[in-house]
């Protein structure tokens, strides 16, 4: 879900109560307003370019493909991708070039 469609439908902690009813099985409503908005801007699509990147510019030291690192991304939240983009400078790099290329074909 998107942040901005997430923000524009659910404007305050009783609106999140509805969604909390109408998916129980979803562990994400079943936090504070707060939290939850929190934990969709780092699950964002954006985000998870972002961290695709990450990983791939970190693995990229180990010589090993462009698409089995970004499938390793792809199982990380944004928070662990906000750590990974710290671990080299190449990280950094290729997590922003991923998220610009992302933000290019929307």
């Not at 510019?57 to 180990?62: E, I, K, R, V």
Request: proline share 3%; glycine share 6%.
């Amino acid at each position: 879900m998107q942040p901005e469609f997430f923000e524009r439908i659910v404007k305050n902690s009783h609106d999140l109560m509805w969604l909390r009813i109408s998916f129980p099985d979803k562990e994400i409503f079943n936090n504070t307003y707060e939290k939850t908005l929190l934990l969709v801007k780092l699950n964002s699509s954006t985000q998870k370019a972002y961290t695709r990147g990450a990983c791939m510019g970190m693995f990229d030291q180990l010589n090993m493909p462009n698409e089995i690192s970004g499938l390793i991304g792809n199982y990380l939240d944004g928070a662990s991708g906000l750590r990974v983009a710290q671990t080299c400078n190449k990280a950094l790099l290729t997590a922003k070039e991923e998220q610009s290329r992302f933000n290019q074909m929307q």
